[in-house]
């Protein structure tokens, strides 16, 4: 929890500072839509218990849906994400959901067209939520890397493709309900594809 308040408290302030900086900058939304597949380990434990689940399996190519709001310029942008994926296979359910702070600089390569990459910083929620099975949760980390094109379609409208890789170390725990601990699933990764419909304002 101590982790998770200093990443809260550190995205706050370099908002804040951004914002100050950049009072002339255009506001911007975005609805996105992709798909993401995750790597999830399995404890010992776990693996002794489920030895036919493929734990990279959980959430694999599932849909994904985010928003997004931000400050934008001609060199780049700044933004907060939302967004979130569920899956299941074998019996167990995930569902992870991500808040980030982002920053992504431009490269044009033609009048309406511009390449962008950046990096990305926030927390995941990971839930466990199997038939069957005690519900869980946990926090951790999210850091990584996006990149891709936006082509703009009017003064003040643009969709992208893009494709982002996170590294988290968000973990939750499975039990029946009333019994022991079967096990830890750890996320170690996620990777996503995704379309995205911006409106700047």
Aim: glycine share 12%; charged share 20%; with cysteine.
């Amino acid at each position: 929890m101590k982790t998770l308040n200093t990443l809260i408290a550190a995205m706050a302030v370099c908002a804040a500072g951004l914002t100050t900086a950049a009072q002339a900058d255009d506001n911007f939304a975005s609805l996105t839509y992709g798909q993401t597949s995750d790597k999830v380990r399995k404890s010992g434990l776990l693996q002794r218990n489920t030895d036919g689940l493929n734990a990279d399996g959980i959430i694999g190519k599932d849909s994904t849906w985010g928003a997004r709001l931000g400050k934008i310029n001609d060199q780049g942008r700044y933004y907060l994400t939302y967004d979130n994926v569920s899956g299941d296979h074998g019996g167990v359910k995930l569902r992870q959901e991500n808040l980030l702070g982002s920053y992504d600089l431009f490269l044009p390569v033609g009048d309406t067209t511009k390449l962008f990459g950046g990096g990305s910083l926030g927390m995941t929620k990971l839930t466990q939520d199997s038939p069957g099975a005690s519900r869980d949760t946990d926090y951790g980390y999210a850091v990584g890397l996006q990149a891709g094109v936006i082509q703009e379609v009017t003064d003040n409208t643009s969709v992208e493709l893009g494709y982002r890789y996170l590294r988290s170390n968000a973990a939750t725990e499975i039990s029946a309900h009333g019994g022991p601990k079967e096990g830890t699933l750890r996320l170690t990764s996620s990777a996503q594809t995704y379309l995205a419909a911006t409106y700047k304002f």
